[in-house]
T-cell receptor, first 114, second 112 residues
Framework: DGGITQSPKYLFRKEGQNVTLSCEQNLNHDAMYWYRQDPGQGLRLIYYSQIVNDFQKGDIAEGYSVSREKKESFPLTVTSAQKNPTAFYLC?????????????FGDGTRLSIL | GDSVTQMEGPVTLSEEAFLTINCTYTATGYPSLFWYVQYPGEGLQLLLKATKADDKGSNKGFEATYRKETTSFHLEKGSVQVSDSAVYFCALSEKGNTPLVFGKGTRLSVIA
C-alpha cells in the first residue's frame, strides 16, 4: 500500500540535543511538507519542498532544519535552538503544488522534552 | 495573505443530530477548498474538496458547498454518529506554488 510513514511515533529530547524525525513516502509525490500542531493552534507550516534538493521555509522555520536528498524522504531536524519543541509533528506530501491537489498525511510524531 | 477561519469548538452533539461547522476564507484569487478530519492520535485525512464556485464536495455523508459570494465552505452532515468524533480542519490552496492554509480546527464530540 502506498502511503507516508513517520517514525518514531514518540520521541523524547534532552535539553541541548538535536533530534531528527523521519518521513518517507512511496506515493511518488514531488512535494513534501512538515507541520507542527499545538493544542488550539491548528497546523503551522515549518518547511516544504517542491522537488529534490530544494526546500523553502514556512511560517515557523526557526530552530528547525530539513534536507531533501531523495524524492521519497524529507527528514526534519529539531535543533537545540528550538526552545519549545514539545508538539505533534505531521509530515505530508502531494503530487505537486497545484491548487487542486490534496495533501496526504502521515500519522505523526509526538516530541516531548525530558 | 490568505487565511481560513473556523467556528470555535468544541462542538458536542447527540447521535443523529444535524452538524454544521462554519468555515470562511480570505484569498486573493480563486482557491480550491478542502475539509480534513483528524481522529485521535492520527494524521489528517482528506474528507472532501471543491475546486470552483458552486461545487459541492461530499463523502461519508458529509457535504460542503463552495460559496464564492459569501467566501464560505461550511461542513454539514444530516445525522452524526459517535464514530464522527474527531477534529475537522478547513483548508484552502491558491493556484500556483503555495502550500495549503489551514484553519485552527474544530473538535466534534458525538455522544450516544
Amino acid at each position: 500500500d502506498g502511503g507516508i510513514t513517520q517514525s518514531p511515533k514518540y520521541l523524547f529530547r534532552k535539553e541541548g540535543q538535536n533530534v531528527t524525525l523521519s518521513c518517507e513516502q512511496n506515493l511518488n509525490h514531488d512535494a513534501m511538507y512538515w507541520y507542527r500542531q499545538d493544542p488550539g493552534q491548528g497546523l503551522r507550516l515549518i518547511y516544504y519542498s517542491q522537488i529534490v534538493n530544494d526546500f523553502q521555509k514556512g511560517d515557523i522555520a526557526e530552530g528547525y532544519s530539513v534536507s531533501r536528498e531523495k524524492k521519497e524522504s524529507f527528514p526534519l531536524t529539531v535543533t537545540s535552538a528550538q526552545k519549545n519543541p514539545t508538539a505533534f509533528y505531521l509530515c505530508a506530501s502531494s503530487i505537486d503544488q497545484g491548487s487542486n491537489q490534496p495533501q496526504h498525511f502521515g500519522d505523526g510524531t509526538r516530541l516531548s522534552i525530558l | 495573505g490568505d487565511s481560513v477561519t473556523q467556528m470555535e469548538g468544541p462542538v458536542t452533539l447527540s447521535e443523529e443530530a444535524f452538524l454544521t461547522i462554519n468555515c470562511t476564507y480570505t484569498a486573493t484569487g480563486y482557491p480550491s477548498l478542502f475539509w480534513y478530519v483528524q481522529y485521535p492520535g492520527e494524521g489528517l485525512q482528506l474528507l472532501l474538496k471543491a475546486t470552483k464556485a458552486d461545487d459541492k464536495g461530499s463523502n461519508k455523508g458529509f457535504e460542503a458547498t463552495y460559496r464564492k459570494e459569501t467566501t464560505s465552505f461550511h461542513l454539514e452532515k444530516g445525522s452524526v454518529q459517535v464514530s464522527d468524533s474527531a477534529v475537522y480542519f478547513c483548508a484552502l490552496s491558491e493556484k500556483g506554488n503555495t502550500p495549503l492554509v489551514f484553519g485552527k480546527g474544530t473538535r466534534l464530540s458525538v455522544i450516544a
